[in-house]
């Protein structure tokens, strides 16, 4: 299911098809067993309507969950651009070799950062992860060996201020791993399934136009969720706006 839901468009069918398909059986068991009679409809009534308010509850909270984490990786884009910046403006106090490195290597880092937010090619991921290893590398070793080599407060504030960059890079890649459990879409599934089948087992006949309705709200619900939820796949995305700023500013 997790590998599902890093398609929004994708869920937005399966779920569409399944719940209708899901009210449409329903309502084909009704009517054969005749169990809902008139005298129990208004019960009947009374715990579709509990379920399908279950249903907006745990779409809502899975939500909220999907805006969090959306936030988090905004936060944390904010975060890098500001911890880059803060360095570049550090390496004067740095030896004036290793301050013209550094400031080097932070204009190569700040444009491979933007790519890691825009690319949704795999491969192109997996070269943006190796050099940004490679340069994680080279900053520290221009930032430190100046502090290894002539230990002082002021140096050791430009040390202080690379560790941020690389640390914020590393708060990111959680931030973009951290998405919503598979566990979680199963179940919101499975339960939008029994409610559009108790939905169909109520209706007095079969109408498959009728039907379509709440499959296609929850459909687009979860779509939403799915959208906001997945990085790279979705419509919705966090723009570098800040690094995107800060290369202009370093230009």
């Keep these: 299911m997790e590998s599902i839901a890093l398609y929004p468009r994708l869920v937005f069918a399966l779920a569409f098809i399944t719940l209708w398909l899901a009210a449409w059986v329903g309502a084909k068991l009704g009517i054969r067993w005749h169990n809902v009679t008139e005298d129990l409809r208004t019960d009947y009534g009374v ?3 509990a379920t399908l308010t ?3 509850l745990i779409i809502g909270f ?3 969950m999907a805006i969090g984490r959306y ?5 944390y884009e904010e975060a890098e651009a500001n911890a880059i910046g803060t360095e570049y403006v550090r390496a004067d106090l740095l030896p004036p ?3 013209a490195k550094v400031r080097s290597l932070l204009k190569q880092y700040t444009g491979l950062r933007i790519r ?3 690319t949704r090619d795999k491969s192109e991921l997996r070269s943006i992860d190796a050099d940004t290893a490679r340069l994680h590398r080279e900053l520290w070793a221009a930032a430190s060996q100046p502090a290894i080599a002539q230990p002082s407060p002021v140096v050791a504030l430009a040390v202080g201020g690379m560790n941020d960059v690389l640390n914020s890079q590393g708060y990111t890649q959680a931030a973009w791993l951290n ?7 199963g179940l919101m599934f499975a339960i939008a399934i029994f409610c559009n089948g108790m939905l169909g087992y109520g209706a007095r006949r079969v109408a498959p136009r009728l039907f379509v309705v709440l499959p296609l709200v929850t459909a687009t619900a979860f779509f939403l969720i799915a959208d906001i939820d ?4 979705g419509i919705i995305k966090v723009r570098p706006q800040n690094l995107e700023s800060l290369q202009v500013s370093l230009k």
């Design 47 to 49: 715990v579709l309507g």
């Design 54 to 56: 279950l249903l907006g």
């Design 62 to 64: 899975t939500f909220s």
């Design 71 to 75: 936030d988090q990786r905004k936060n």
């Design 97 to 99: 070799s290793e301050a």
């Design 116 to 118: 890691f937010y825009t």
């Design 179 to 185: 998405r919503i459990p598979g566990s979680a879409w």
């Design 230 to 233: 997945s990085p790279r796949r």
